[in-house]
């Protein structure tokens, strides 16, 4: 079993900064990729970047420039730095991982954004 663990959320000011981390335990020993998505209210839910096989990373349009993903394998740990946020960047942030083909998420962390 995996589970995975994200923290780091909370409410910001535009413009500033949060930096969430998720932290994978249980069956990790082969991590395909490990995301983070979002989903505001009434919206479905998105891909806003991803690390894929440790090799490549993937950026929303609405996050490049703004936002990093990084990972350290040593920790089973992805982050997701968030700099310069805005109003529209409010929402439930998930971890996903795909580990051997199985796909698992987090219990999502709560971003809020004031203007």
């Known amino acids: 079993q995996v589970q995975l663990v994200e923290s780091g959320g909370g409410l910001v000011q535009a413009g500033g900064s949060l930096r969430l981390s998720c932290v994978a335990t249980?069956?990790?020993?082969?991590?395909?990729?490990m995301c983070w998505y979002r989903q505001a209210p009434g919206k479905q839910r998105e891909l806003v970047a991803a690390t894929i096989n440790d090799r490549s990373t993937n950026y929303a349009d609405f996050v490049k420039g703004r936002f990093t993903i990084s990972r350290d394998n040593a920790k089973n740990t992805v982050y997701l730095q968030m700099n310069s946020l805005k109003p529209e960047d409010t929402a439930v942030y998930y971890c996903?991982?795909?580990?051997?083909?199985?796909?698992?998420w987090g219990q999502g962390t709560q971003v809020t954004v004031s203007s």
């Open positions: 249980g069956s990790t020993f082969s991590i395909n990729s």
């Open positions: 996903h991982a795909n580990i051997i083909g199985f796909d698992y």
